[in-house]
């Protein structure tokens, strides 16, 4: 299961850089300031793929 959910978590965090990207292109922002939305969508990203591996592994249990 740890390892499938990996996997998964790797694929939407990818989808995501990349939904991420095509936005900062599109309003034409400075690299100071996608590295800050980088960062803040990487964050939220992560703790919700650890809510929802926690919560799945609740109901697995």
């Known amino acids: ?3 499938f959910y990996m996997c ?3 694929v939407v965090l990818l989808i995501f850089n990349t939904l991420t990207k ?3 292109i599109k309003m034409q922002m ?3 300031k996608q590295a800050k939305i ?3 969508i990487n964050m939220i ?3 919700l ?3 929802s591996y ?3 592994m609740n109901v697995t249990v």
């Open 1 to 3: 299961m740890v390892i």
């Open 38 to 40: 980088f960062r803040v």
């Open 54 to 56: 926690l919560r799945v």
């Open 49 to 51: 793929l650890v809510c």
């Open 22 to 24: 095509s936005f900062c």
């Open 30 to 32: 400075d690299k100071h």
């Open 45 to 47: 990203m992560v703790a």
């Open 8 to 10: 998964f978590a790797f």
